[in-house]
């Protein structure tokens, strides 16, 4: 089945550094990439759409400058967290789409800022 | 009408007892219906899924139950056992639509008692 590698599985970073994590699609060329953010105890909620090779589309409220998106291969998308703050953090997960097809998981991020 | 709405937000079975969460949704556009089981710190994980041109569905102990008129549907885990204890999420998208944003209900923490 179709499988969708996210790293790092946690990581901890230090106030007003980057951070960046990768979601591969192993298997298959994914077309479309979300990214969601998931607070304890809440739902996932959408940041931004990403297709191959163009701009990624943010959600309201989803600062475009803090987290950067980047979708550059059919198996790549990468979400980098600029100049980190204890309030980004949070459990950050991926999602990959073939086509029409259904939606993969990545088995998602902790990310702590102290 | 991009909400997904999720009730109970949590939910007490017995083993061997039915457990029942139900979805509400108001986008007619919406054309996929899939739920995820999570467990703590990992991402979300493909249950079922349906579809508006049926009425049910029956994988093993899951179950969707899709009532299009009412836009509602609903998850029954059949001889619910302690290793189903999770949160669960329904979830909706315009599958075929561009974007596919899959949008999440609030969740339903489920535990089973032994």
């Known amino acids: 089945g179709a499988v969708v590698s996210q790293h790092p599985s946690w990581v901890i970073c230090k106030s007003g550094t980057s951070v960046k994590i990768e979601c591969r699609s192993l298997?298959?060329?994914?077309?479309?990439m979300f990214w969601y953010r998931q607070f304890p105890k809440q739902s996932l909620m959408l940041m931004a759409t990403s297709n191959e090779g163009s701009k990624a589309t943010y959600e309201q409220g989803v600062e475009k400058d803090k987290f950067l998106i980047n979708h550059a291969s059919l198996t790549l998308s990468t979400l980098t967290v600029t100049s980190a703050h204890p309030e980004d953090s949070s459990f950050y997960i991926c999602?990959?789409?073939?086509?029409?097809?259904?939606?993969?998981f990545g088995s998602g991020t902790r990310l702590t800022v102290v | 009408q991009q909400q997904v709405k999720q009730s109970p937000q949590s939910l007490i079975v017995q083993k061997g007892g039915i457990s029942i969460i139900n979805c509400a949704y108001e986008n007619t556009a919406f054309d996929y219906f899939p739920w995820y089981q999570q467990f703590p710190g990992k991402g979300p994980a493909l249950l079922i899924a349906?579809?508006?041109?049926?009425s049910e569905k029956k994988e093993g102990r899951f179950t969707i139950s899709f009532n299009k008129s009412a836009k509602q549907f609903s998850l029954h885990i059949m001889d619910s056992q302690p290793g189903d204890s999770a949160t669960y999420f329904c979830?909706?998208?315009?599958?075929?639509?561009?974007?596919?944003?899959?949008?999440f209900g609030q969740g339903t923490t489920l535990q089973v008692k032994p």
């Open positions: 979830a909706a998208s315009q599958g075929s639509g561009n974007t596919g944003k899959l949008i």
């Open positions: 999602s990959a789409r073939q086509g029409f097809g259904g939606y993969t």
């Open positions: 298997d298959f060329q994914a077309t479309t």
């Open positions: 349906i579809r508006p041109d049926v």
